[in-house]
C-alpha cells in the first residue's frame, strides 16, 4: 500500500465518522408543531398545535369566516353554518397532525400548514 493509497483510505474514513456524527451523535433541536394560516399568500396567523386544550380562530375570508379549531396537536376548519365555498373541501379535509400537511380552501385563497417537527415517527432506516 502507497502513501497515496494510506492517504484516500484515511480521508474516506475520516469522512464516513464525520458523517455518521452528524445524524447519530449530534442532538436534534425538534420544533414544536406550528399551524401557519395565510390568506391571499399572506401569513394571517401563527398559532401552537400543542396543548392540552382545543382552541379556536377565526379567519375572514373573501366569501366569509373560517373557523380554525386546533390543539392536542391537530388542527382543522370546522364545518360552517353558512357555506363560504362551493365544495367545502378544506373542512372536509378533517383534522391533519403532521408536518407538512395542508388544508387549502381555493376560492377564498386560504391555506393552512403544519410546520415544525411532530412526535410521530415516519420510518427507521439504520
Known amino acids: 500500500m502507497t502513501r497515496s ?72 376548519v370546522r364545518p360552517p353554518s353558512e357555506p363560504f365555498c362551493p365544495d367545502g373541501i378544506c373542512w372536509k379535509t378533517g383534522w391533519i397532525s403532521r408536518s407538512g400537511q395542508s388544508i387549502v380552501c381555493v376560492p377564498n385563497h386560504m391555506t393552512i400548514t403544519l410546520e415544525g417537527s411532530d412526535s410521530g415517527v415516519d420510518s427507521v432506516v439504520r
Not at 12 to 24: E, H, K, R
Not at 50 to 72: D, I, M, P, S, W
Request: aromatic share 6%; net charge positive; no cysteine.
Open 5 to 76: 493509497d494510506m492517504a484516500i483510505t484515511a480521508g474516506a474514513l475520516l469522512i464516513a465518522v464525520a458523517v455518521w456524527a452528524a445524524f447519530y451523535v449530534v442532538p436534534r433541536r425538534e420544533s414544536p408543531l406550528t399551524a401557519v394560516i395565510k390568506v391571499e399568500g399572506r401569513e394571517v396567523a401563527r398559532v401552537a398545535v400543542g396543548g392540552n386544550l382545543l382552541q379556536v380562530k377565526e379567519v375572514r375570508l373573501k366569501g366569509g369566516v373560517a373557523t380554525v379549531e386546533y390543539g392536542q396537536g391537530k388542527v382543522r
